[in-house]
């Protein structure tokens, strides 16, 4: 009875190493990169984006104006018309789309989501705020999931740059 006592543990603790190494942590979901395209004016070249549900045709320069490194957080919002994506910026980025929105008011900025086109918003006249507020033409059950999202990249983008010499 002695002799068969290690082995049962022994067998034991290898059936719990065996179950406890083959579970995962669950599902990673990839990262979602956000960046922003300003449209051109009429005439001048550029990349043709269709929004997914609208249809909504907007050339817009191949070069984003706003890139992930720019979003320091995500939100939802919740405005007049409805549930929208608010993406706070860096104070850099903030200046940089203040004096776009100077020189380019009224020209569309597209929201695009890991190279999807998800929305556009016309620049205002001197935008001021430290974010971004924008529509987005993908199911409002996903928008919980997208902001989880978002803000897990902007996470990992920050610490990233902070583990960079």
Known sequence: MISRSPRLLALVLLLLVGVVGCQSPGPVTPPLVARFFLEVRPGEGGVPLTLPVSGVLITVNAKPVIVENDIVNAEIARVDLGPCLLLQLT???SRDLYRLSVAQHGQRLVLVLNNVPVGARRLEPAMAADGILIFIETPVTDLAEQ?????RTSKAIAAAARSTP
């Open 91 to 93: 104070p850099a980025a």
């Open 147 to 151: 902001v989880a999202r978002l803000k």
